[in-house]
């Protein structure tokens, strides 16, 4: 009891030291000097526009990565096809790399004298330093997320409820819809929330690729970086707020999610 | 009618079927038996589209459907498991079927109320399958499997993962239910009192090869390999042939073709008596006799006696 008591105070002190300090210290300094600078900064058509980046670039990821995930989730847990243990290894490599180095790589395939940038470039089409780089890395760090919800509870499904279903008439596209996604349903769920966080709060492919050109091509965390440097700590705390609680908001919706999908 | 012709299916070096034959007429109401990796599941699941046979084909109502994806097949079919929707009620899983086909609400209304009744779920109509028992889920998804009215009922096992008594009371229920509804009804068993209980046609696979086709008497008085003879039921070597228990007569004097045993044990089995028995070589055979003829003889244990077959025909010159 009293050593069970002793990991449960380690544990907690952890959490309170390394997570709830900091993000406390950003409460807190948010409103030190009261609610005007907060407003101001919040207001300013830079930080709005960041945000519209970054909101931007979430509804694309978050969508296309979903769909991505589910099929990939169905290919690796349904199929047997040559290459399948390579590709459920390349899902997570966006967790291995760090996206800083992503960054790197998007910047030296679309840059002027990339592979796809030279083309890309001959065409009039500007992908780095602008939004549809932003977009790129954003997409590119979000992958592993659904997938990796989905494919243990497709794993735990089986195939027996649809081959049910498939005897009882329905087509493949039935089964998938009737069947497959309702039954997957909260994994998708968790997946996307998790995807929605960590497009959010994408920082390092997107600090290399963008350009970080205010009122252009800033995203809300590389203008939080932006302002620090500019000695604006004021309009940084406010930004990182909204960032924060909107991390508050997506731990709360994963509570709330989680047990429905023991179920 | 289903007509098997000559399937064959491998699943990696292990032969699951080999070149299997079988004809199964319209109404009838038909066991696979055997024991477990003999391949019965496999032929049913052939039969239903969910497999492929490497060879062979699968005629449905005189046409060729080997090559027909599970869901043009109009076969019903029902899992050892259940196979329940969980996330739909017990009115949604029956009416899956009809849902799909996009017939009419009333219709469809209609006809799960009428297919609950059938199998006498009526109170249960909204709840979901994880509040049932397993007996009702089983009865859930025959209910789901015969609602778009198949021809054709598959059951694989289907009541492999009940306890006994539920088992029997569904073995009654399918018989009844099969009198009622007339569907062609092919069951997978590995549980021969099962088969014969219900079926009136037993097929016996073993190993991936039909052994023996036929009404169940017939296979349990006439089984041409020993392998038959056995998995029906308890057979003992006599002399050059083998009998049932009840078959076997004990004697206090040498008979005509009678061998010598020693009484080991004496169980008494309701209106029946089971007396074990060895003979000299050690070999050893159960003898199933009326009380009264075994409180006749006043037998023992540990006495000899003279056992041989009732009647020649009982000795089964087999092996």
């Not at chain 1, 497009?199 to 997107?206: D, I, R, S």
């Not at chain 2, 509804?181 to 590995?190: P, R, S």
């Not at chain 2, 025909?313 to 087999?318: F, G, R, T």
């Amino acid at each position: 009891m009293r050593k069970q008591l002793g990991l449960r105070a380690v544990a907690l002190v952890y959490l309170l030291v390394i997570l709830l300090a900091p993000l406390g210290m950003v409460f807190y300094r948010t409103f030190q000097s009261g609610l005007r600078p907060v407003w101001q900064t919040l207001s300013d058509p830079g930080t709005i526009h960041a945000f519209e980046v970054t909101l931007i670039a979430t509804g694309i990821a978050v969508p296309l990565n979903t769909v991505f995930g589910v099929l990939c989730a169905l290919a690796i847990v349904r199929r047997r096809f040559p290459g399948k243990g390579i590709l459920n290894a390349f899902i997570d490599l966006p967790l291995a790399v760090s996206p800083v180095v992503i960054g790197l790589c998007l910047y030296l395939l679309y840059g002027r004298t990339g592979w796809f940038g030279s083309w890309l470039m001959g065409h009039g089409i500007q992908v780095l330093f602008a939004l549809p780089a932003i977009v790129l890395a954003t997409v590119f760090v979000s992958v592993p997320f659904v997938a990796r919800e989905v494919i243990p509870t497709l794993r735990e499904l089986g195939n027996e409820q649809e081959q049910a279903a498939a005897t009882l008439g329905a087509t493949r596209w039935q089964r998938f819809w009737r069947i497959t996604l309702p039954s997957i349903r909260w994994a998708v769920v968790y997946g996307v929330v998790l995807t929605s966080a960590r497009c959010l709060g994408e920082y390092g492919a997107v600090a290399v690729v963008s350009g970080r050109i205010i009122g252009k091509t800033e995203t809300a965390t590389t203008l939080v970086d932006d302002l620090i440097q500019n000695f604006d700590t004021a309009g940084a705390y406010a930004v990182s707020l909204v960032l924060a609680t909107i991390a508050v908001l997506v731990l709360v919706a994963m509570t709330v999610i989680r047990p429905q999908e023991a179920r | 009618m289903i007509e098997i012709r000559n399937i064959t299916k491998r699943f990696g070096d292990f032969v699951a079927l080999d070149d299997v034959s079988l004809e199964i007429a319209a109404g009838s109401l038909t066991a696979v038996l055997g024991p477990s990796g003999s391949g019965k599941s496999t032929l049913l699941r052939i039969v239903a589209g969910l497999e492929r046979p490497d060879s062979g084909e699968v005629l449905l109502a005189g046409e060729d459907a080997t090559g027909l994806a599970p869901q043009r097949r109009d076969v019903g079919f029902v899992f050892q498991h259940y196979a329940a929707f969980k996330h739909m009620t017990v009115r949604d899983n029956i009416a899956f079927a009809l849902t799909i086909r996009k017939r009419p609400k009333q219709e469809i209304r209609e006809r799960v109320d009428e297919l609950l009744e059938l199998v006498q779920l009526q109170g249960f109509a909204d709840r979901y399958p994880s509040r049932l028992s397993g007996g009702q889920r089983q009865r859930m998804a025959l209910a789901r499997a015969l609602a778009a009215k198949p021809p054709v009922l598959l059951l694989d096992e289907p009541f492999g993962a009940l306890d006994a008594r539920v088992r029997a009371e569904l073995r009654d229920w399918l018989r009844r239910l099969h009198e009622e509804v007339h569907v062609t009804t092919v069951f997978v068993t590995h549980d021969q009192e099962e088969a014969m209980e219900v079926a009136d046609r037993v097929a016996v696979l073993n190993r991936g090869r039909l052994e023996q086709v036929g009404a169940p008497a017939e296979l349990y008085d006439q089984p041409t390999s020993e392998f038959v003879l056995r998995f029906l039921g308890d057979a003992f070597r006599l002399g050059d042939g083998f009998v049932r228990p009840h078959e076997i007569v004990l004697g206090r004097f040498p008979e005509n073709g009678a061998i010598e045993v020693e009484i080991e044990r004496i169980v008494v089995v309701g209106a029946d008596v089971r007396v074990e028995l060895s003979d000299g070589s050690g070999e050893r055979m159960t003898a199933r006799l009326r009380r009264e003829d075994a409180d006749e003889l006043e037998l023992a244990r540990g006495e000899i006696v003279w056992a041989s077959a009732r009647d020649a025909k009982a000795l089964q010159p087999l092996g």
